[in-house]
């Protein structure tokens, strides 16, 4: 029986005489799964079995929730100052146009007034009257304290005076300005109800009503 492996030894050690040389051998290669994954490392694909950002997970576009709720409060608060900026705004204007309205109406009480003042200078009766939360008087003779008494006359506070007018002049002073109005007796009161109509009711002078 012929020994094949012999014979073939025998041939390779025939060609290597005559300077053939032995065909280089291939280099192992690696596991198909190794030469993926780093074919994918080297173009700098994500390997397909990488973990993935879930869905929607985008914090530059998204701003966060806290974010949002700061603004909101920013913003309502820009809004309650404005609001109570408006309100101070027109609070004084509504008190300049107030004071101008007061003033236009003294203005012209003083005109109305003007020769009308029934004051007696010569008058020794004082005749008090409750105004601006204190007691205030005026002067008066013994005719003018009963036409007073009476409701037939009246007093009005013009710039710090107390002015004895008429009835109708009076009523006239309170369609002009209502406040300077001091003193409208109603000669249908009871009696106790204007305690200073009397004369001899004397009050001091620094007494606060």
Do not use: C
Request: hydrophobic share 35%; aromatic share 6%; no cysteine.
């Amino acid at each position: 029986m012929i020994d094949r492996t012999a014979m073939s030894d025998s041939l390779r050690d025939q060609l290597l005489g005559l300077g053939f040389k032995p065909a280089p051998k291939s280099p192992r290669g690696p596991k198909p799964a190794q030469g993926r994954a780093a074919a994918a490392a080297k173009s700098g694909d994500r390997p397909s079995n990488a973990r993935k950002p879930p869905p929607g997970d985008n914090r530059k576009r998204n701003k966060p929730a806290r974010g949002r709720e700061e603004m909101d409060l920013a913003k309502a608060y820009a809004i309650r100052a404005q609001k109570e900026k408006d309100e101070r705004i027109e609070a004084e204007r509504l008190r300049q146009e107030e004071a101008r309205q007061r003033r236009e109406a003294r203005a012209k009480l003083e005109a109305f007034l003007k020769d009308k003042a029934l004051n007696d200078a010569e008058a020794d009766i004082a005749r008090h009257f409750p105004y601006g939360g204190k007691i205030k008087r005026i002067y008066v003779n013994a005719t003018q304290l009963k036409a007073l008494n009476a409701g037939e006359l009246g007093v009005v506070q013009l710039n710090g005076r107390y002015l004895l007018v008429n009835a109708a002049d009076l009523a006239q002073a309170g369609a002009i300005f209502a406040p300077s109005v001091a003193l409208k007796v109603d000669p249908d009161a009871p009696a106790e109800d204007d305690p200073y109509a009397d004369p001899k009711y004397q009050v001091p002078d620094d007494l606060v009503w």
